[in-house]
């Protein structure tokens, strides 16, 4: 296999590794972005659907929207809004007390503006891993990463045994590359601890909370409900509604929301269930129960002619591994680690974290 000088190889298509492979690609270095799933966005994905009925319902079920403070993060921000790809979500949020039964809008003008992908989340990341120099391979999980010591530059083996090319530097873009995998066929992690000891230790140790989701589609339009996004107070179960049909450039043909579980609700059901895949029947009961707690405490004149649970089993990382430097960066073998797990838990973190990499490799490569 012939090797290119200045290629640079992305694992992960979220937010962060396509950050980083677009910034790449724009510092003229060659990349090539692998993801496990089935298409871009990780966390920040879509999900289609069909109803029953043959109705076409989509899902922002992992991050629902994001906040940027960051002037560096706010740019790029603009640019995507200025492409498109973004838009102002200019509803108002606010709480529900499931004792008191009421509505309280809190937002105060002033607050940071929530953006979101258009027409979905992951939408940024699909447009930044098709852009000129970046070369994307979804469902191509990576199963092992080996450094060649002697030719200087890493290689790259799929999940299925399959030899995915040489590469002068590899971004890893998901703690998951540390920790071994049930579909791996390679045996152990892709990245294992010989070839880079600290990072593995800093990454492979980190505690990251889950989140259950439930997709709702209603007929009609819920007007018992007087904001698109809000916060349970005083529930067990669940912890924050979104109303997915109110956001830019969504149909509106039906109405449809996405709630969001409690931590404690989630780790209940994974104490009893485990991390392996769910059954149907296990995912339609816990559909059934967050339904449940939602039509119990706020009334609704409709029922959901379509409703789905999704597990989230590494929702959100508890701390950051990265705060300064915002990715781990091993400059002898160029190897890179960025995600939201290095700077804060959401989209504008992430986003950072992916140009921190992308920087590193910018200084060294770009001249090669
Ligand atoms: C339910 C939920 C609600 C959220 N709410 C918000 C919110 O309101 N605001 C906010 O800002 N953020 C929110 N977040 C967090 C936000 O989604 C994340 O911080 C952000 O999307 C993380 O991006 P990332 O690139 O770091 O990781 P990820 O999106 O997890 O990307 C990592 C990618 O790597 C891929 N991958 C893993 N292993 C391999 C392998 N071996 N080979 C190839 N590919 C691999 C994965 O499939 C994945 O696509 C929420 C997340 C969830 C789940």
Redesign the pocket.
């Known amino acids: 296999m012939t090797t290119v000088a200045s290629k640079v190889a992305v694992?992960?298509?979220?937010?962060?590794?396509a950050v980083c492979a677009s910034q790449l690609a724009r510092n003229g270095i060659s990349v090539t972005v692998?993801?496990?799933?089935r298409g871009p966005?990780?966390?920040?994905s879509q999900r289609r659907e069909i109803s029953e009925d043959g109705r076409e319902l989509t899902f922002d079920h992992?991050?629902?929207?994001?906040?940027v403070t960051n002037p560096d993060v706010m740019s790029l921000v603009h640019d995507w809004e200025s492409r498109g790809l973004v838009a102002e979500w200019k509803e108002r949020f606010g709480v529900f007390d499931c004792v008191s039964k009421k509505f309280q809008d809190i937002e105060k003008e002033g607050l940071r503006k929530k953006y979101v992908g258009v027409p979905g989340m992951n939408s940024i990341c699909k447009a930044l891993c098709n852009e000129s120099g970046v070369q994307h391979r979804f469902g191509n999980?990576?199963?092992k990463i080996e450094w060649l010591e002697d030719e200087d530059m890493w290689s790259l083996i799929g999940?299925n045994g399959e030899h995915l090319g040489h590469y002068k530097g590899v971004v890893s873009?998901?703690r998951?590359?540390f920790i071994p995998r049930v579909t791996s066929a390679t045996g152990g992690p892709?990245i294992d601890m010989d070839v880079a000891p600290e990072m593995t230790l800093k990454v492979k140790e980190l505690p990251v909370t889950p989140?259950f989701?439930l997709m709702l589609a209603f007929g009609e339009p819920l007007p018992s409900i007087p904001l698109k996004g809000f916060s349970f107070k005083n529930s067990e179960v669940l912890s924050w509604a979104y109303c997915e049909s109110s956001k830019p450039g969504r149909s509106s043909a039906c109405e449809r929301w996405v709630l969001?579980s409690t931590v404690k609700y989630a780790d209940n059901i994974i104490a009893q269930t485990g991390h392996q895949k769910l059954s149907s029947d296990t995912l339609t009961k816990i559909a059934e129960e967050l339904n449940c707690e939602f039509e119990s405490t706020i009334p609704v004149n409709s029922l959901p002619f379509f409703k789905r649970a999704h597990r989230?089993g590494s929702?959100?990382p508890s701390t950051s591994i990265a705060d300064e430097e915002k990715c781990l960066w091993d400059g002898k073998k160029r190897l890179a680690v960025c995600?939201?797990f290095c700077v804060s838990?959401?989209?504008?973190?992430?986003v950072a974290?992916g140009m921190a990499a992308a920087m590193k490799f910018t200084d060294i490569l770009s001249s090669s």
């Open positions: 694992i992960g298509c979220g937010i962060s590794g692998f993801e496990l799933g966005g990780g966390r920040m992992g991050a629902p929207y994001f906040t999980g990576v199963g999940v873009s998901d998951l590359t892709p989140r989701v969001h989230w929702a959100f995600g939201d838990p959401n989209v504008e973190g992430a974290s």
